[in-house]
């Protein structure tokens, strides 16, 4: 079975600033995918940004990267030059070799102009 | 649009009575998803298909539910004698496998409110 945590349930980010979001998750899987996936408000889920555990680089996707802390199971989303419309409920997923997601609490992500 | 369409996108019904939604995924994605999720929280897995073949049920999904995709194309989750605990969002996704957990695709949503 495997558990993700948010502990974070809103962050605020003034516009241009850069933002971390948490989470922490835990598996008894030795391969697992990590994720992080944006709710906008009334919009459909997207994924953000993807992280293969056995890879030991950090994903980076423009404005967005991970902090993969393997040992310490930590896997946090950094949001670099903030935007109004990065604005939206972000989960932390993790799925092992496979089919199941499942998902962290969500942090609400606010962005002041 | 090509994405995830799901239907209809808001349902109200009494206690008891049953719902069906709908969820037709992107064309060339093998595999479809249903999740749920309640206010404020995390997306929690219920189903998932392999072209027609139910392969995982969740615990969550009690006798109540049930969700079936003829011929791998649609796929429709049923709830009969709703209950107010039912409440909540009704996520389709759909992926396509490849060598790993693919990117799930979403769609919007299917609201259920049980009155």
């Known amino acids: 079975a495997q558990t993700v945590t948010q502990s974070q349930p809103e962050m605020s980010v003034q516009e241009a600033e850069t933002v971390t979001l948490s989470c922490t998750y835990d598996?008894?899987?030795?391969?697992?995918?990590l994720f992080w996936y944006k709710q906008p408000p009334s919009r459909q889920m997207i994924l953000v940004i993807r992280?293969?555990?056995?890879?030991?680089q950090n994903a980076t996707e423009n404005r967005f990267s991970v902090n993969f802390q393997k040992a310490a199971k930590s896997f946090s989303l950094k949001i670099s030059d903030s935007q109004l419309g990065d604005a939206a409920m972000y989960f932390c997923?993790?799925?092992?070799?496979?089919?199941?997601?499942?998902f962290g609490g969500g942090t609400r992500l606010m962005v002041k102009p | 649009d090509t994405g995830v369409s799901q239907n209809p996108r808001h349902k109200i019904t009494k206690r008891g009575q049953n719902v069906t939604f709908r969820c037709d995924p992107i064309?060339?994605?093998?595999?479809l998803y249903w999740y749920r999720q309640t206010l404020g929280q995390g997306p929690e897995f219920l189903t998932y298909?392999?072209?027609?073949?139910?392969?995982?049920k969740s615990r969550l999904l009690s006798d109540r539910f049930s969700a079936e995709r003829p011929k791998g194309s649609f796929s429709t989750l049923e709830i009969q004698r709703t209950e107010q605990g039912d409440s909540a969002m009704y996520l389709c996704?759909?992926?396509?496998?490849?060598?790993?957990?693919?990117?799930?695709?979403f769609g919007e949503g299917s609201r259920l409110t049980v009155l």
């Open positions: 996704a759909s992926s396509f496998r490849t060598g790993g957990p693919g990117e799930l695709f």
């Open positions: 598996t008894s899987e030795s391969d697992y995918y």
């Open positions: 992280q293969e555990a056995y890879k030991q």
């Open positions: 997923a993790a799925n092992n070799a496979g089919n199941m997601l499942t």
């Open positions: 064309s060339e994605h093998n595999r």
């Open positions: 298909f392999q072209n027609e073949a139910q392969l995982e």
